[in-house]
T-cell receptor, first 112, second 116 residues
Framework: GENVEQHPSTLSVQEGDSAVIKCTYS??????FPWYKQELGKGPQLIID?????GEKKDQRIAVTLNKTAKHFSLHITETQPEDSAVYFC???????????FGGGTRVLVKP | GAVVSQHPSRVICKSGTSVKIECRSL??????MFWYRQFPKQSLMLMAT?????????EQGVEKDKFLINHASLTLSTLTVTSAHPEDSSFYIC????????????FGEGSWLTVV
């Protein structure tokens, strides 16, 4: 089955700096890659997703890149703010709507 | 985005009793819902895929007789933890696939279960 590795497990950045989280996946049949933000005690919130027919997608301060050949995808957060502090999860599935396999999560701390 | 609601958000039950958690898609119909379990500071572990009108598909190692899943309508799936024990204490989260957004998966707020 699919295996998703996520790095780093923790990330501390200064407010205003950029944060980058990287994930690799094992199943070349995976085509859908969402990213979720989870705050303490809450359910994950979708922040951005990318499908295999595109290499990059951007939404304001958040961007995701996908390299299908290398089987890795990354989340980029620019101009970080304290409210960006949370745990971020990457995930992969064969198609949108299929069951997701999650990475281990990255705990991001943005220091004011 | 679409809204998925869970109830209750927190529940405490006695060891040996059963507890039901509801997952509702509030503004869309979901033929497929997913149930996850999450331990503190860990990732989400898929327990089962719930399909409306048919039996749930359980992941390997998940006891289907202990974690009963029912998806009786296009907006409601339920997870019943039967004969709960302290080791079943966890954060349970459901998610649903929203067809009109290209089957994007949205998560509920989660339900904290404590078995005493």
């Amino acid at each position: 089955g699919e295996n998703v590795e996520q790095h780093p497990s923790t990330l501390s950045v200064q407010e205003g700096d950029s944060a980058v989280i990287k994930c690799t996946y094992s199943d070349s049949a995976s085509n859908y890659f969402p990213w979720y933000k989870q705050e303490l005690g809450k359910g994950p919130q979708l922040i951005i997703d990318i499908r295999s027919n595109v290499g990059e997608k951007k939404d304001q301060r958040i961007a995701v890149t996908l390299n299908k050949t290398a089987k890795h995808f990354s989340l980029h957060i620019t101009e970080t703010q304290p409210e960006d502090s949370a745990v971020y999860f990457c995930a992969a599935s064969k198609a949108a709507g299929n069951k997701l396999t999650f990475g281990g999560g990255t705990r991001v701390l943005v220091k004011p | 985005g679409a809204v998925v609601s869970q109830h209750p958000s927190r529940v405490i039950c006695k060891s040996g009793t059963s507890v039901k958690i509801e997952c509702r898609s509030l503004d869309f119909q979901a033929t497929t819902m997913f149930w996850y379990r999450q331990f503190p500071k860990q990732s989400l572990m898929l327990m089962a895929t719930s399909n409306e009108g048919s039996k749930a598909t359980y992941e390997q190692g998940v006891e289907k007789d202990k974690f009963l899943i029912n998806h009786a309508s296009l907006t409601l799936s339920t997870l019943t933890v039967t004969s709960a024990h302290p080791e079943d204490s966890s954060f349970y989260i459901c998610s649903a696939s929203e067809p009109l957004s290209g089957n994007t998966i949205y998560f509920g707020e989660g339900s904290w279960l404590t078995v005493v």
